[in-house]
C-alpha cells in the first residue's frame, strides 16, 4: 500500500510503469525500470509530476506525468466503472482514468483539500501476469513491514469480506478478491486533519461497490 514528459505516447506509457525514487529528494532512479525496494513513505516527485500508489506491485509509490489521463471532477451521484466493478466516488474528487495502463488504475484526488498534502484514493487491479506482483498476502505483510500497518477488522465489499491494512490517520488499504489469485486493491491516504472525516467517504464508496459484467 509507494509512493513522473516524454517524446512519445509509448514511452510515456511505460514511464508511468516504471518510474521510481529510491529516496525522498533522490532523483537517480527516475525513469529506471527496477529501482529500491519499496519506501516507507510516498517520495516527492518533480514538478509536473504527480504520485500515483500502486499497491499490488514492489514500488508501492511511481511518479507519473500530471494529466497523463483523464482527469475530471466526477458528477454528484455518479456510478464509475473499474474493471468489474461500479462504485460512487465522494463528492469533490477529480478523476484520472488510467485504466487501460499495464496495471490499471482509477486514481482519485480532492480537487482543493486545503493542505499540501493531497486527498487521495485509488484503485488499481493486481493479476499474475503483471510483471512486478505481488500476491494478497504479500501486499498485507508488506503493509505490516514497510508501512508500520496492521492488518485490522475485513471490510464487507461487494458482499465480500476483504481484507484490509491502516497506518493511523495516515492510509487505509483493503484488498477485494477477484477470482484465485487476481484481486483489487482500494487505497485512500489523506493528511491527520483531514482523515477521519474522509476516511469515512472513503467507507461509503466502498459500500457502493457492486460487481458489473466486464466490458469487452
Not at 139 to 145: F, L, Q, T
Amino acid at each position: 500500500m509507494i509512493v513522473a514528459v516524454l517524446a512519445a505516447a509509448l514511452a510515456a506509457g511505460q514511464a508511468r510503469a516504471q518510474t521510481v525514487f529510491s529516496a525522498p529528494g533522490d532523483t537517480s532512479a527516475f525513469a529506471a525500470p527496477d529501482g529500491p525496494v519499496g519506501f516507507s513513505q510516498a517520495p516527492p516527485c518533480p514538478r509536473g509530476f504527480t504520485r500515483l500508489a500502486t499497491p499490488g506491485s514492489l514500488q508501492r509509490f511511481r511518479c507519473v506525468p500530471e494529466g497523463s489521463g483523464t482527469a475530471a471532477p466526477a458528477a454528484p451521484g455518479a456510478r464509475l466503472r473499474a474493471g468489474g466493478l461500479s462504485f460512487t466516488p465522494p463528492p469533490g474528487f477529480r478523476v484520472q482514468d488510467d485504466w487501460k495502463d499495464s496495471v490499471p488504475t482509477l486514481y482519485m484526488e480532492l480537487a482543493d483539500s486545503g493542505t499540501g498534502k493531497p486527498v487521495s484514493i485509488t484503485i488499481t487491479h493486481l493479476e499474475p501476469k503483471q510483471s512486478d506482483f505481488a500476491d494478497l498476502n504479500s501486499a498485507v505483510r508488506r503493509d505490516e513491514r514497510w508501512q508500520g500497518a496492521r492488518e485490522i477488522k475485513p471490510l464487507r465489499v461487494a458482499d465480500v469480506h476483504a481484507r484490509a491494512t491502516e497506518v493511523p490517520e495516515r492510509a487505509l488499504s483493503v484488498y477485494l478478491p477477484d477470482g484465485r489469485q487476481s484481486y483489487y486493491a482500494f487505497v485512500f491516504a489523506g493528511p491527520q486533519s483531514l482523515y477521519a472525516h474522509r476516511r469515512s467517504e472513503f467507507l461509503r464508496l466502498l459500500k457502493s461497490v457492486r460487481r458489473e459484467a466486464r466490458r469487452p
